[in-house]
DNA sequence: TTGAAAGCGCTAACAA
DNA sequence: TTGTTAGCGCTTTCAA
């Protein structure tokens, strides 16, 4: 059997209660004591019930991470900055890939709460915010990240993704292209639709005007970002550049450059949003606004662990601003 | 503050015993009992605590995933089938991402241990097998994936890599290749070892000798396979085709053609492993050996389940087998 | 500086 | 069919 805390203080003759203070640093012990324990438990290759100590009002050192999807690129990198400092910080993380459905996010939750996980980082799209609230009324602290809901109290990591989609656009007007498509994700989206009020705003800053028949709007996969790509690159007036708002639907749009022929950049500009490992490893790879993946899921593990230590704190947003990556998708528009 | 079983009881006017009955649908309960506790139950919003059922010995009903890395697209997309597949059978999983690094591997379990998992799925490259027979001999549930450790009595789900490489072999050997490359991933690494050990067989079958100069190990990641790619195609007699022995290192390969001027396929056919999204989304999409990773997620799982039910079962290995998936980055080899 | 004892929320004999 | 009770391994007063 594994040893317990009994056992320890069995075999160094104390209570355990002093062994419970050594393993915890807490009241006064003497040296020796400490000493003497440690070694004892080194010995006996003592492991501390992580259970037990949850169920006398401890934590359990646990996260729940709600993903969309962790085989999705972008949130597997996102998962990895949240798995790598929630370690530093002792904390394990339990994935939860939704598939953006409430539904399933609701079994998820309930299921995390069950295990008394000491917070939970939300970037998977819900339709329902109470299902947010009500994580908030019972206290539970809560992270939203890459996600918004702005009427809801709620700490929350996101990208500005306004200005990302103004920095594409300037971008792309600055290499002399005035027809450009847009290919988003479904308008209920907000992300992708503040990237598109960015970009469009931009454009008419610049007084070029934007034709409503250039915007797509799909589901965020690659086959949905080639069909409407195709869709543009076959309609009457092409655009000479395109703006995808994630790294999956710009792959999308390279592959239907190439089933109609135009290379990319010089026949077709292609700028890019997320900076996931495809926007690097795309031929060619693609310009692209850089999300930073790693700062956000740290700041969003230390948001969960400051809500946890000093419990009634102020909520926080913070926005942080993405970074245009110029790459070799995007060049100046060909005058030919 | 939350519901607990005992709120549950005195509001049903029953014992808590009852309530845990009706709770797990054990001993006899009379359907009215039961069915005035299940609408308290639902009322009061009750949520077991898993916490407390997992200190009276009944499990937590939580999985320990041990991988490399959870951004790399393989081992998130293996992820997500353990998953789901784990979620559908009531359990959750605790990602650890550990570089393939003893050290890292070593603080996980010992954490997964602390809280108590019921299994440990290992798809991460350990060196020191003693670290798997310690957990073996505390009667842990393990289950290697993806890897092997055939001196070791544990179960295991693995696709067999020597066919894959002869596979591999035998596609680049019909489409008339004779000069081929190999970049495989180091030495100590078995699955790579094995799939350049059934293609160097399969040449040799077909009385054709592999020079030793065509072999390049290296790390697995992108910039590794494009580096020796690089030695490769700029040797005095370039192979025709090579053969990565993951999806990573054949885009390394594309961009090393591509930086050399070489066209795929019709200059250089590149057979790749894994079949990620990766090999999707390449350009072109790539000949890949397709490892069912959806398969051996949901096996995995299966065999800590079972081996949590009947407790001391005869460990098993399953060798699954990888398939053939012919894209675009093959072709006869040009007779020019 | 140390220990006794109560309790966290639940399960599982054993009794009734 | 239901209830009593003794833990599970730990933390935390409160006493000693």
Redesign the pocket.
């Known amino acids: 059997?594994?040893?317990?805390?009994?056992?320890?203080?069995k075999e160094?003759?104390?209570?355990?209660?002093?062994?419970?203070?050594?393993?915890?640093g807490?009241?006064?012990?003497?040296?020796?004591?400490?000493k003497a324990i440690h070694a004892i438990m080194e010995r006996l290759d003592?492991?501390?019930?992580?259970?037990?100590?949850a169920?006398?009002?401890?934590k359990t050192y646990t996260l729940g991470l709600l993903i969309p999807d962790i085989s999705n690129p972008f949130f597997s990198e996102i998962a990895r900055a949240i798995e790598d400092h929630g370690e530093q910080l002792g904390y394990s993380v339990i994935m939860c890939s939704t598939d953006n459905k409430d539904e399933k996010v609701e079994r998820y939750i309930s299921l995390l709460q069950q295990k008394k996980v000491d917070g939970i980082i939300i970037a998977t799209g819900i339709d329902n915010k109470e299902i947010v609230e009500q994580l908030l009324a019972k206290s539970i602290p809560v992270v939203l990240l890459a996600r918004d809901m702005p009427l809801v109290a709620v700490n929350t990591v996101v990208v500005d993704d306004y200005v990302g989609g103004c920095l594409a656009a300037s971008h792309l007007i600055g290499l002399g292209h005035r027809r450009i498509g847009i290919i988003g994700e479904k308008e209920k989206v907000r992300s992708s639709r503040e990237r598109i009020r960015g970009f469009r705003q931009t454009m008419e800053d610049h007084g070029i005007t934007f034709h409503e028949n250039c915007l797509k709007t799909c589901d965020y996969k690659v086959e949905d970002g080639k069909k409407k790509a195709l869709e543009l690159l076959q309609s009457d007036e092409t655009p000479s550049a395109i703006f995808a708002c994630n790294d999956m639907l710009a792959v999308g749009v390279l592959q239907a450059a190439k089933a109609v022929g135009k290379k990319v950049p010089n026949e077709l500009s292609i700028v890019s949003f997320d900076n996931t490992i495809l926007s690097e490893l795309a031929d060619p790879p693609l310009t692209t606004l850089a999300q930073p993946m790693e700062h956000m899921g740290k700041l969003a593990v230390n948001m969960i662990v400051e809500e946890l230590q000093s419990s009634n704190q102020v909520k926080q947003r913070t926005v942080l601003r993405p970074e245009l990556m110029i790459r070799d998708s995007t060049a100046l528009i060909s005058t030919s």
């Not at 807490?26 to 400490?34: H, L, M, N, R």
């Not at 003592?46 to 100590?53: E, G, K, L, N, T």
């Open positions: 059997m594994k040893a317990t805390i009994y056992d320890i203080a160094a003759g104390v209570s355990i209660a002093t062994v419970s203070k050594v393993l915890n807490k009241g006064k012990i003497s040296a020796e004591t400490s003592y492991q501390p019930s992580v259970i037990a100590s169920l006398t009002g401890k």
